[in-house]
Structures are given as structure tokens and as C-alpha cells.
């Protein structure tokens, strides 16, 4: 077990640059059982998510072999196995995504029931409802069991734009026999990488980027060189940072199309950047004041579906906004228990009326202080972090082994722009 010491109160300063993204890798990693042939991902970010996927596929039969800190080559010709480890599937959300390529590469695939951040309900039903479409059956008995004589191809209709049952219908329709429709498809960015990859591979999609997917079925994929795209939820954390703290940041290896929703969020705080190419830069100086709707009205800042915001970075705005002159509602309409580490916030001297489970309005700016915080998932964790780095005095946060499962060499990273944190034992 550790924790991070954090002391607050400085300024980060200089240039990073920015990690593969964590949304991506996971389903790229799962596509690779979908060919005999080895596949070479590059840019996986060095986090446990991607070491606890590596290691299931191992467990399934799979050579897995570490070219270096951020490429992995895994062949899948020796995969027999259907049944992934229960302690590997509880430990991470994504091990649900095993599900689509098994059944399409083995006809069956059997898991526990996964695990991951705890942010309330997070309903697997559309994954069950598209691959019953494409001819597998669903049994739950304590465990999952899915089970295809063959696929075909199908117009399916997602009850919901779920990113990871986007996901798992596609790597099992690149596979059926026939055409495939996916509409109330999942588009953001790693969804985009996904097919990309699997075109590389040899699948036949269109639609990439949209909410309607089509495919046509192929009955073989071939082994490719892939390489994951930025994390652009890591880069608005690094951008809610340098302005929290009131530093600067140069952010290098970004996709700027990704920051275009980004932008218009942080703008309705008074935070800017400059891009040039694929460098962003987050100048010290920042006006920091909400900038009001039409008639003085308080802004929102809700997520949805991409190309919205992201749902992922509403616990850093939420920390940002306490820094920001003027009130803000942050409306987080995906998870019921994602906004309750606000009274973290509080403690440590926020201004926030938790008006109901997914909606905060935010009143800054306020003077945060050192507190002892416990991370409950990923990004609340992330903001967590930025809390203690822009309070006064000493903070210490437990269970930083969820904020590790998204972040790469975090405590380093931020100690090379200037920020006084330690990873200690416990």
C-alpha cells in the first residue's frame, strides 16, 4: 500500500509529454485474439489496466512479449482458453471487452462479472442486447457465459451509446457472417482508434467517427502495427492542473482535434491555451473568472456523448471551478456516485452545494487547505491530486492505486514540473 504526501501552494511549471490513451489500449489489447497473426501496439501507456489485460491474455494462452516500456507484440495462435481468471476480471472494468473477440474467435467466452471504478451503477445490458443480436447467448449464474454457434451480421439498435459495448459488438461483427449496422454508436477518440485498428487488420468498417457503424464481415483478420492515439482525458487533467495551481503547462503529442470540446469548457472558466501543431500550452496569467451565459445567467458545464464532454473529466472541472472567480453547475449525468467526493472538497474549504447526485454548483474562488483524502476512483483521484497541489499546506491520499490504474508515472512526471509530491509506503 501507499500514499502520496503532497504540499500545496506551488506553481507547476514545464513540458510533459502526454501518455497513449488508457481508453484506447484496453480494447486494442482484447482485438488482438481476433488473428493467429501477431499484432504490435505501440504507445501503451505503463499503467496496471494494460498490465492486468496483458497478463489475461497470457492466462488464455496467449504470447505476450514487452518490446519496450510502451510496445507490446501478442500473438493469439495459441489461445484455447475461453474462461477468463475471476481475480483478473474483478480487478479492472475493461476485462468485459475479452468477451466480443472470444466468442467470435472461440465461440464462447466465460468471466466473472468485472470490476473497476466505483461510481455507481454501470449497467452491462447493452453489451448482452448486441451480442444476442449477432446470434450468441448470454447465461448469468454468479459468472458470464456467452456461447455462438456462428454470428451474423445484424442491424442493431444500442439502447444506449455505451463506449464498451460499441466496442465488444464490433470486434464481434468484423468476424459474422453478412453486413452489420451499429446506430446509437459510441464515436469518441479510442472507439475511432478500435476501428482504425481493426481495418488495419483487415476488417471492412465505414462510418468511423459517427454514430451509425457499418460492417462487412470478413472471414479473417491479419496481424498489423498499431499505434494508440493521445489521451486527451490526461491532458485536460495537466491543463486543470497549471491552472489550478496557477502555473503553465506545454503539453507535447497531442491530437488537437480531440481538444475542441475541451476548449469550450475550460473557456466557460476563463482558462485558455495555444496550440501549435501537436504542442498545447497553457499560459500562467489565466483570467480565472466564469464567464457568464447570455444575460448574466450562471454556466453549465454537463458532459455527453462525444463529440460532448467528456464524463471523465468532470471531477477535474469541478476541482478547477473552486479556484475560478464566479459560480458554475456542474452536471454529471452518467454516474449517480461519481460527484460525492465533493465533500472531500468541502473539508478542505470549498464552496459547493451538492444540489442531487449529479449535479454541484461551485462557488469560487476558494482558499483549499491540506487534508487527508481517499481516492474512490481514477479521475476523482486525479482531482483529488490537483486539489492538494493548489491547497495550502500538507495533504496525504490513500488508495492511490486507483489513481495509478489511468496515470503513468504520475508522482514523477509531476515532480519534474515542480510539484512537491512523494510516494511514501504505508
Keep these: 500500500m501507499h500514499e502520496y504526501l503532497i504540499e500545496g501552494g ?23 485474439l481476433l488473428t493467429d497473426e501477431p499484432i504490435t501496439l505501440k504507445n501503451i501507456p505503463a499503467i496496471e489496466d494494460t498490465a492486468v489485460m496483458f497478463k489475461i491474455l497470457e492466462s488464455l494462452g496467449a504470447d505476450v512479449q514487452k ?31 475479452f468477451a466480443g473477440p472470444l466468442v467470435a474467435r472461440l465461440g464462447k467466452a466465460v468471466m466473472m462479472p468485472p470490476g473497476g471504478d466505483v461510481i455507481g451503477r454501470r449497467r452491462l445490458d447493452t453489451h448482452f442486447l448486441a451480442l444476442t443480436e449477432l446470434g450468441a447467448r448470454v447465461d448469468i449464474d ?104 496557477k502555473g503553465s503547462i506545454r503539453i507535447e503529442k497531442i491530437n488537437p482535434a480531440d481538444m475542441r470540446p475541451l476548449r469550450i469548457a475550460f473557456s466557460k472558466l476563463g482558462i485558455r491555451w495555444a496550440i501549435n501543431g501537436n504542442t498545447l500550452e497553457v499560459p500562467q496569467g489565466q483570467e480565472m473568472k466564469v464567464n457568464t451565459d447570455l444575460g448574466g445567467q450562471i454556466p453549465k458545464i454537463d458532459d455527453s456523448p462525444w463529440p460532448g ?7 477535474i472541472m469541478t476541482v478547477v471551478a473552486t479556484q475560478v472567480e464566479g459560480n458554475v453547475l456542474i452536471f454529471e449525468k452518467m454516474f449517480e456516485s461519481r460527484m460525492f467526493f465533493v465533500d472531500k472538497l468541502i473539508n478542505m474549504g470549498a464552496r459547493i452545494t451538492l ?44 488508495n492511490v492505486y486507483q489513481i495509478e490504474r489511468g496515470y503513468e508515472n504520475l508522482v514523477e512526471r509531476l515532480q519534474s514540473l515542480g510539484a512537491h509530491i512523494k510516494r511514501v509506503e504505508v
Excluded at 516500456?69 to 500473438?75: D, G, R
Excluded at 479521475?379 to 497541489?389: D, E, H, S
Aim: charged share 15%.
Design 309 to 315: 464532454f467528456p464524463p471523465d473529466l468532470t471531477s
Design 67 to 97: 518490446e519496450s516500456t510502451h510496445t507490446w507484440t501478442v500473438c493469439c495462435s495459441n489461445v484455447k482458453s475461453a474462461e477468463i481468471p475471476a481475480d483478473m476480471s474483478k480487478k479492472i472494468r475493461a476485462s468485459i471487452l
Design 10 to 32: 506551488f506553481p507547476i511549471k514545464g513540458t510533459i509529454t502526454t501518455c497513449g490513451n488508457k481508453n484506447s489500449a484496453l480494447p486494442c489489447i482484447a482485438a488482438t
Design 355 to 398: 444540489c442531487d447526485p449529479h449535479r454541484a454548483l461551485v462557488s469560487g474562488p476558494s482558499a483549499l487547505h491540506g487534508d487527508h483524502l481517499v481516492s474512490p476512483d481514477v479521475r476523482a483521484g486525479m482531482a483529488m491530486v490537483i486539489a492538494a497541489l493548489a491547497a495550502q499546506g500538507e495533504s496525504r491520499i490513500s
Design 142 to 245: 454468479g459468472k458470464f457465459s456467452f456461447s455462438a454457434n456462428k454470428l451474423v451480421g445484424e442491424d442493431i439498435f444500442l439502447d444506449e451509446a455505451s463506449v464498451t459495448a460499441t466496442e465488444n459488438a464490433l470486434m464481434a461483427a468484423v468476424l459474422a457472417e453478412g453486413k452489420t449496422t451499429i446506430t446509437n454508436a459510441a464515436s469518441e477518440p479510442h472507439v475511432q482508434d478500435l476501428c482504425n485498428m481493426l481495418n488495419a487488420m483487415g476488417a471492412k468498417i465505414t462510418g468511423i467517427g459517427s454514430n451509425i457503424l457499418y460492417i462487412e464481415g470478413v472471414k479473417k483478420l491479419h496481424g498489423c502495427t498499431f499505434n494508440i492515439g493521445p489521451d486527451y482525458m490526461e491532458i485536460g487533467s495537466f491543463i486543470g492542473l497549471a491552472a489550478a495551481t
